[in-house]
């Protein structure tokens, strides 16, 4: 098993490297401590990679958080991923929007979590279920009342929430799907 978090690291720790030397450093330790019949502190540093590495995902997730429209105002919630762990686990991101007339939109997206599988049928069934849908690039959305919502490669929920929808629409379109699909990989 730590062989396979050292791979996973390695592999993740291409995007910044100054974690992936702290990431790699701690997951030399806890080889270490194991190696030294330290089994606690082996286990205290595979946690600290463990949450280094979610860091770094939830880092990427939130580049997918497209721009405030010209004239409005963005504000990423930093704090976003905090309960994760409550909800089962992966990882968030959240931007709210401010239109230069007052209008608020916020973007929430959740990745590899127990809640995106449920969503799931319930975006794929949309129609069925009463709710309007819609295609954004190549991605189905479920459109209702203030929310808008999709699944991007069956593991990224995205919910848009504001008064118009045109404008819930305009701030997907600024989305990289495609890349998106690709996250984490």
């Known amino acids: 098993m730590i062989r396979i978090l050292l791979a996973t690291a390695a592999a993740m720790a291409l995007t910044s490297a100054a974690q992936a030397d702290e990431i790699t450093d701690t997951l030399n330790s806890a080889i270490e401590a194991y190696e030294s ?50 909800m089962g686990g992966g990882v968030a991101a959240e931007a709210d929007y401010l239109s230069p007339g007052g209008d608020s939109y916020r973007i929430q997206m959740f990745a590899d979590n127990p809640m995106v599988a449920s969503m799931s049928a319930m975006i794929t069934n949309a129609g069925a279920m009463g709710m309007k849908t819609e295609r954004i690039g190549r991605q189905k959305f479920a459109v209702q009342e203030d929310q808008t919502m999709g699944l991007i490669a069956n593991r990224i929920l995205i919910q848009v929430e504001g008064a118009d929808a045109a404008t819930r629409t305009t701030l997907l379109e600024a989305m990289d799907f495609e890349g998106m699909a690709g996250f984490g990989s």
Request: glycine residues 6%; hydrophobic residues 50%; proline residues 4%.
């Open 37 to 86: 019949g330290d089994v606690q502190y082996a286990l205290d540093e595979l946690e600290f990679a463990r949450a280094k590495l979610l860091e770094m995902k939830t880092d990427a997730l939130g580049a997918f958080l497209p721009d405030a429209p010209d004239g409005w105002t963005r504000e990423v919630n930093t704090e976003a991923n905090a309960a994760m762990a409550m």
